[in-house]
């Protein structure tokens, strides 16, 4: 345990996708000392390490904060799982492993808010460095770097070949590289996992500096407050095994808590809206009224499929059948247990007006019925062959907030996406299920079909569409924004740099800090802002 009020160059909050890679890289010169402090507790759990155990770490109370939404007017009033990684590695260690960068326009899209140094072409380079592609480098994609990424081509589930092949009969492209040239197109994702075991953040950036003794790790170390002299972050509070802690801070205290925590904690250390904290009684250090706001999330919905020919539930569903995938997994590091069972999928234009693609595919060999909507009961599918067809919108134009209920660290602040809430947003989705259906009726997926579960043939008028989106809807689990980056204090939380406006020694470096929501998942775009937020204060030394 850290000594009270023991000195480091530099405090992490948070051991996060973007925490470990960002501590890995300011470790890289062993110049500098280092304190990471992470609220759960350690990756070494067989359900983090096999791919397929996302389906339990995803409700897992000790690696999970298993946050849940208020009730959001778009969805019916209803509360919506918000899972979040409590373990290194964050959630890393916990999610389906898909490797996608986003959209060039995306991140050119962030320097032309004011954010110089965030354009695509400035950030290609340091996706390529941070990136070990197994299939090999080329002018888009890199090798040698701490996270391995897989193509998945070898070991998909046959019915993905399906899926492809109705693309094409829509005249959709076949792309075999989301993060190349173009991210249009259908195909099969990239994951990051090594060799069959899940490449998380913690075990691409941050153990290799703890194997060095580089940079040191409290984990169970829960944040409670930024310790804030004058106009200057000095150090952290933290409670760890019951007892108050402090860590003091010489050069900065970086928060990498995540999208939710972040500004929970900023909030709780008096930074925000003034309003929201003489609410709680929490005295203004830093009038900041967009810590907490513009929260932005991926939303979207599955079409539940009965299947005329065996998929993963054949496989998963029996005990039987779990013990042969299991001895398979142990011995070889292979068969279903190596891979996440988002395999397929693309990202498509819902008209031929668009710029670029407005909405994400996903195809899983696998459906899962009983399920509570939310979470992922992969273990156990349901007992007959079937498979899911999913959309996402890729650019929400909703948007929500997290802002604390109390000034008790302990309580879980109020989280509110407001998801649906533009026209815009459900006229996306609803022209998505529209093309879910397109795609079930090709000949190359109709022969697959037996029926559809869910919502069924009889949902078919646009409002009934609609209807069948507010009750079934859920979070892709994206949630970025909070903190949002730019150079307006009235509405942004972080300049360029990452600093936070009107404190000195006090950065943000997780997926709060996204001006928008890129396209996909943003597990690649977390990890990048680590690496970048690393170089910049590296460049500062």
Known sequence: MVDQGQAFDYVVVGAGSAGCALAGRLAEDG?????????????????????????????????????????????GKREVYCPRGK??????????????????????????????????????????????????????????????????????????????????????????????????G??????????????????????????????????????????????????????KAGRPCLARARRAVILSAGTINTPQLLQLSGIGDPALLAAQGIEVVRALPGVGEALQDHVGIDYIYRATRPTLNSQLGTLGGQAALGLRYL?????????????????????????????????????????VPGKRELLRPDPFPGFLLGISNCHPTSRGHVRIRSADPRQAPAIQPNYLATEEDIRELVDGVRLLRRLAGTKALSALIAEEIAPGPATQAEDELIADIRARASSIFHPCGTCAMGPDPARAVVDHELKVHGIDGLRIADASIFPALPAGNINAAAMLVGQKAADMILGED
Not at 64 to 70: E, G, L
Not at 190 to 199: K, L, M, P, S, Y
Not at 202 to 218: G, N, S
């Open 87 to 184: 373990v290194l590695g964050g959630s890393s260690s916990i999610n389906a492993m898909v490797f996608i960068r986003g959209q060039r326009e995306d991140y050119d899209g962030w320097a032309a808010r004011g954010n110089p140094g965030w354009s695509y072409a400035e950030l290609l380079p340091l996706f390529r460095r941070m990136e070990n592609n197994l299939a090999g480098a080329d002018e888009w994609r890199g090798t040698g770097g701490p996270l391995a990424v897989t193509t998945t081509d070898r070991f998909v589930h046959p019915t993905c070949r399906a899926f492809i092949a109705a693309g094409a009969e829509l005249g959709l492209p076949r792309n075999p590289d989301f993060n190349g040239a173009s991210q249009e």
């Open 331 to 371: 011995f070889t590091r292979g068969g279903p247990l190596a891979l996440s069972v988002n395999q397929a999928g693309g990202f498509v234009r819902s008209d031929q007006g668009r710029s670029r693609p407005n909405l994400q595919l996903y195809f899983s060999p696998m459906s899962y019925v009983r399920s």
């Open 186 to 239: 259908v195909g099969l994702y990239q994951v990051t996992i090594d060799h069959g075991v899940r490449a998380s953040s913690a075990a691409a950036f941050l153990r290799p500096a703890m194997r060095l003794h580089r940079v040191a790790v409290e984990t169970e170390a829960f944040a409670t407050k930024v310790l804030v002299k004058g106009a200057r972050a000095v150090g952290v509070a933290y409670e």
């Open 31 to 75: 110049g500098a000392s280092i304190l990471v402090l992470e609220a759960g507790g350690s990756d070494r759990s067989l359900w983090v390490k096999m791919p397929i155990g996302y389906g339990k770490t995803f409700y897992h109370p000790r690696l999970n904060w298993r946050y849940y939404t208020d009730g959001i007017d778009g969805l």
